[in-house]
């Protein structure tokens, strides 16, 4: 089903206004975001409350980015609540990636919980070529440097990526079928882009070869939340 493949982005600052989203659109989405925003705004209890409220999928946005050690550790913290996915940078290398997915997944059969899938962040939705080459000082442009950090989080053990919808087919030719592809930047049709460069609908996303779809604003800024939901459930 295509609600099954909507990540609800809850990008909210305290646990009040994400229990709402979760007790009103639980049935229109299949998974919730918590992010940098709301675990800072309300600390780890925010995945215990959620899943109470009846969020039964939480990807834990945190995106890790340290030495190997320290994101091992942070990995298994993770694992421990019980999430059914986190992500990690990339650009951490292989060695971080490999120690992340290796954490999580001990720590997950020690405790007896379900394996977190551990997803590798490529080059943020809000990143444009200029940005990529005159800020950050990659000669590759970003669809290439996309594909060449995702198979690098393949080959260290990553579960899948997160890029934008514009890198889906040069992921899906550098790491195949069976890779997951996350896809943020997704916008329906006429809303609003902001700090979004590269962006799709979630259509189109989804016809690209996208896995899931990230999606908050344009949801939880709806009027009618509920509405907005199903009408891009029936777009993809």
């Known amino acids: ?14 646990e009040t206004k994400a229990i709402g989203l979760v007790r009103s659109l639980a049935d229109e989405v299949g998974a919730v975001k918590v992010g940098l925003e709301l675990f800072n705004s309300t600390g780890p ?8 409220a009846g969020a039964e999928r939480i990807f834990y946005d945190c995106k890790f980015l340290d030495i190997p050690n320290t994101v091992a ?9 019980g999430v059914w996915m986190l992500n990690v940078h990339t650009t951490g290398g292989s060695t971080m990636m490999k120690a992340a997915a290796e954490a999580a997944r001990q720590t997950a059969a020690q405790t007896g919980v379900p394996a977190p899938l551990v997803i590798g962040v490529t080059v943020l ?29 393949k080959n260290s053990g990553m579960d899948g990526v997160v890029a934008s ?7 899906r030719d550098a790491c195949g079928k069976d890779f997951l592809i996350i896809t943020p930047g997704v916008r329906p ?25 990230v999606i908050g604003r ?3 800024a709806a009027e009618d939340p509920v509405a907005a939901a199903r009408a891009i ?4």
């Not at 459930?233 to 993809?236: D, F, H, K, L, N």
């Open 73 to 81: 550790g942070a990995s298994r913290a993770a694992a421990r609540m």
């Open 125 to 153: 939705t809000s990143i444009d070529e200029t940005i990529l080459r005159d800020e950050l000082v990659v000669s590759s442009d970003v669809r290439s440097q996309v594909a060449h950090l995702a198979l690098l989080a």
């Open 233 to 236: 459930a029936a777009e993809m």
């Open 45 to 52: 209890d925010i995945f215990a409350r959620l899943k109470q």
């Open 189 to 213: 049709r006429g809303a609003a882009v902001g700090d979004q460069k590269r962006v799709m609908t979630p259509g189109e996303a989804i016809a690209h070869g996208a896995d899931f779809v």
């Open 218 to 220: 344009p949801i939880t």
């Open 165 to 171: 919808p514009h890198e889906i087919g040069a992921i």
């Open 1 to 14: 089903m295509a609600t099954d493949r909507i990540i609800l982005a809850l990008d909210v600052d305290s």
